[in-house]
């Protein structure tokens, strides 16, 4: 595989990945992984993994903003040129706050919903023009935990 994207990569299930890809032999490691998380100055042991690997690539990626995933998708695609994208992981998610149905919040459940499902599908759509160029067996993964 030569390129992968992974949402939420700054932290938990994501980071977790990464750090096991690149455990893997070398000829199993993407020579492009594009980790993406909402705030990349304060994504620190990502930043330092990133130092030690010179093939990740971190960018900024605010899940809620489905706007602005065009331009998102034109960054990735500057990244791995006409090699396209083999892998996309959707890993971004949030979790609600209150579980007490007392407590629960509309616009607190939209942007859960907008984040966790509709920005998945969405952003798998804005990236399918970069599949069409990869020669590997084309692969979308979404996980969603909390």
Avoid: W
């Amino acid at each position: 595989m030569k390129s992968m994207l992974i949402t939420g990569a700054n932290r938990g299930l994501g980071f977790g990945m990464i750090k096991a890809i690149l455990n893997q032999p070398k000829e199993n490691v993407p020579q492009i992984i594009v980790a993406a998380c909402r705030k990349p100055d304060e994504a620190n042991e990502l930043q330092a993994l990133a130092a030690e690997n010179s093939n990740i690539r971190i960018l900024q990626l605010e899940s809620k903003d489905l706007d602005r995933y065009p331009a998102f998708t034109k960054e990735v695609a500057d990244i791995v040129k006409d090699g396209g994208l083999d892998l996309l992981i959707n890993n971004a998610g949030i979790g609600s706050r209150f579980h007490r149905i007392g407590m629960v919040k509309s616009d607190e459940l939209i942007e859960t919903f907008t984040v966790n499902t509709v920005g998945p599908i969405m952003l798998t759509k804005v990236n399918l023009p970069l599949f069409s160029f990869s020669k590997e067996k084309k692969i979308f993964e979404n996980i969603f935990s909390k």
